[in-house]
């Protein structure tokens, strides 16, 4: 079972940028397909971007042209460089990882992105 742990979060104004990271341990990396979702205050938690062993990437249309998503596949670690943040940017950003054998998901603990106006 992979074991996720986030990092990265922070406080910043809108405009400005963050590089969220995302360290996985206990599983085949490679054997995983892994994501960002977000939850802002009294949101449901909503899909940010995804990017698959080969490296193929999805991104929700709020975040697209803003943020990248990129693995390291020998360093277990997943990025999501986040540019032009905006207030609606605002919540927690969760990694997930999928199991492309079971296609179970397995989620980190969570990093706080707060971007003020």
């Known amino acids: 079972q992979v074991q996720l742990i986030e990092s990265g979060g922070g406080l910043v104004q809108a405009g400005a940028s963050l590089r969220l990271s995302c360290a996985a341990s206990?599983?085949?990396?490679?054997?995983?397909?892994m994501g960002w979702s977000r939850q802002a205050p009294g949101k449901e938690r909503e899909f940010v971007a995804s990017i698959a062993g080969s490296g193929g990437s999805t991104y929700a249309d709020s975040v697209k042209g803003r943020f990248t998503i990129s693995r390291d596949n020998a360093k277990n670690m997943v990025y999501l460089q986040m540019n032009s943040l905006k207030s609606e940017d605002t919540g927690v950003y969760y990694c997930a990882a999928r199991s492309l054998l079971s296609g179970n998901y397995y989620w980190g603990q969570g990093t706080q992105v707060t971007v003020s106006s």
């Open positions: 206990g599983g085949s990396f490679s054997r995983y397909s």
